[in-house]
């Protein structure tokens, strides 16, 4: 492929990625080509098509998620993307470089600087104790002794490990072994984290702890992640995009809520369904057109006037620029004498919600009074309100 020009932002590029374990790719490739199950290929052939025809693109900064069933092949793109395994074929991009055809030093040079690996079960050198085992990426990289402590202690300290370094790896529970392992990761200061179910050997509680560590994390030091999970809930915490694979494919890709809000099929649905909706509802998705927008400079009467014309139930006030000064309820207009009153009345009603943040806040602040909620963009731009109606329209969907 050519890397198309709107591609270039894009840190890495999945093209058109198949994966074929056994001795005779081509063979499972010809059978797919003449329209052969993934089954009848492993069973005339024994050759396991792993990934097929997976194309997708990361931002910068961007937590990527993928997830799936067991054998649904996420461990297998993962170790794609930094040639732990090669490719049967297709190409990966990062930063416009071709990963798939780096020769070896180039390959040792781009995994010691620019991705990283989280493994799914730790991965960790048992008998070295923590400090050893978090500089172990360093040491590849030829640092010196004293440097390597000095940045391996600052990722220990960052994972809440501080106090551990010499203690055996062996002798820590599953999430301190887990998070050694993140702080190895971190500590070589990739620009790409690829975390392949870090967190699935963990208990229940310890897991949902670490996940929201990692999302606070994430906020302070903003890498680029490719994040493997079969867990919805650790999806849509951590993911901005979320990729659905079944059976090497990826079968559905986009927020949290396209996925949860429009599943592509009954097994993308089922999947889902357990997530509560106000997770991943924000303001713009649940917010309807205001009964009546009203531009500030206007006087009081045409105000009324116009109200009542339209039966407004509530009125957005907008400044020339349509920027937003607040919503009342048409009672709390029918009750002004004055434009003095009025500024009043808006100063005090000061709540307004970004279009992109969640939609929680607003369901609690909507629960106990009946007054909409302008939502704005980041200039302040009236969108739309959220009404108590357009909460409970969307969640009974
Ligand atoms: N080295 C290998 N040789 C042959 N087949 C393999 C190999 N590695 C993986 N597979 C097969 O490829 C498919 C995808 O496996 P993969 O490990 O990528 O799945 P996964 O989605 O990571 O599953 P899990 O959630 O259990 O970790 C499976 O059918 C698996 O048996
Ligand atoms: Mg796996």
């Not at 109200?307 to 349509?322: L, P, Q, R, T």
Request: one cysteine or more; a negative charge.
């Amino acid at each position: 492929m050519t890397v198309e020009p709107e591609q270039i932002s894009h840190q890495i590029v999945v093209d058109r990625l198949w994966k074929v374990f056994g001795n005779n790719p081509s063979s499972a490739l010809e059978a797919e080509n003449a329209g052969k199950s993934r089954a009848e290929i492993q069973s005339e052939f024994d050759q396991v098509v792993a990934l097929r025809d997976v194309s997708f693109h990361v931002e910068k900064g961007e937590t990527f998620v993928v997830m799936g069933l067991s054998g649904s092949g996420k461990s297998t793109l993962v170790r794609c993307l930094s040639r732990l395994i090669e490719t049967t074929s297709g190409h990966i991009y990062v930063d416009l470089e071709d990963v798939t055809s780096l020769d070896d030093k180039s390959l040792r040079e781009f995994r010691r600087s620019k991705v990283s690996m989280v493994f799914q079960n730790f991965g960790l050198l048992p008998h070295r104790n923590v400090m050893d085992n978090a500089c172990y990426g360093l040491e590849i990289k030829g640092l010196s002794r004293t440097e390597r402590y000095e940045r391996a202690q600052r990722m220990l300290d960052l994972v809440g490990l501080n106090g551990w370094e010499t203690s055996k790896v062996s002798q820590l529970s599953g999430g301190m072994q887990q998070r050694v392992g993140l702080a190895r990761a971190l500590a070589v200061e990739p620009e790409i984290l690829l975390l392949d179910e870090p967190f699935s050997g963990l208990d229940p509680l310890i897991r949902r702890q670490m996940r929201s560590e990692l999302a606070v994390l994430q906020k302070e030091i903003q890498k680029t992640m490719v994040f493997i999970t079969h867990d919805l809930d650790e999806a849509v915490t951590v993911g901005d995009r979320i990729a659905i694979m079944r059976d090497g494919e990826i079968i559905q890709m986009g927020t949290p809520e396209e996925i949860i809000l429009n599943p592509v099929d009954d097994f993308v649905a089922e999947f889902t369904e357990d997530v509560s909706k106000d997770r991943v509802l924000n303001a713009s998705s649940i917010s309807v057109t205001p009964d009546l927008i009203w531009s500030y400079s206007h006087d009081l009467n045409s105000l009324k006037n116009k109200m009542d014309e339209v039966k407004a139930g509530h009125i957005a006030f907008v400044n020339e620029s349509g920027a937003s000064l607040g919503v009342l309820t048409g009672s709390d207009v029918e009750h002004i004498a004055s434009m003095e009153e009025l500024d009043r009345m808006l100063g005090e009603s000061t709540d307004t919600m970004m279009y992109s943040s969640n939609v929680k806040p607003a369901i609690s602040k909507l629960a106990n009074s009946s007054t909409p909620i302008p939502v704005v963009d980041s200039d302040n731009n009236l969108l739309g309100v959220i009404t108590q109606a357009s909460i409970l329209n969307a969640l009974s969907e």
